[in-house]
């Protein structure tokens, strides 16, 4: 069975401002007891927090609690400049609608951001009409910040808590979803 993820991704905040911005809502979701102050081996890749006891305020169906007896139930907090990508990702171009599925231009485009080029473009396959990386959404889209919320394992969060993050961040943000 794999292991599945949802990450709230920061699309705005500076390099500069993102160790700060994580602490806060760091703090934050442990005073609401979403999640467990500890880091703990509970996450993929690096340290996580293991679900709190209020944590089904940020689920979108309260009961689904199957995941705490899962050894990988942690949130990740990344912090630095991060692809956020999930596999065989679903975007759709604002000009034309086509459903387009990120390959080799788009790897290349994903490289350059990712050596610093934040205003990096990428052309849709279909009409050529160019957009920013960074702006490219759609029904599975990647995510491009220096700051990431990456919840190993939970059910569904719910529109409200994501929003209530996005509040907290005071920036756009974007979800991305996969599963290894
Ligand atoms: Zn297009």
Aim: proline share 6%; aromatic share 10%.
């Amino acid at each position: 069975m794999g292991d599945s993820f949802q990450i709230i991704v920061d699309k705005d905040v500076s390099a500069e401002d993102a160790p700060r911005l994580a602490g806060q809502v760091r703090e934050w979701l442990v005073a609401r007891r979403i999640i467990e102050p500890e880091l703990t081996d509970s996450a993929l890749g690096s340290p996580g927090h293991r679900p709190g006891a209020a944590h089904t305020e940020a689920l979108k169906t309260p009961d689904s609690s199957a995941f705490l007896g899962l050894a990988t139930n942690g949130l990740a907090i990344d912090v630095g400049r991060t692809v956020f990508f999930t596999i065989g990702g679903e975007l759709t171009c604002r000009a034309c609608g086509a459903q387009v599925e990120p390959e080799d231009e788009w790897t290349e485009a994903v490289d350059a951001w990712y050596e610093g080029d934040d205003g990096v473009m990428f052309a849709c396959p279909e009409c050529r009409q160019p957009e920013r990386l960074t702006e490219w959404s759609g029904r599975f889209p990647w995510g491009f910040g220096k700051l990431g919320f990456k919840f190993w394992n939970w059910p569904p969060l719910s529109e409200r808590f994501v929003q209530e993050v996005a509040e907290k961040l005071g920036h756009r943000i974007v979800v991305v979803r996969g599963k290894l």
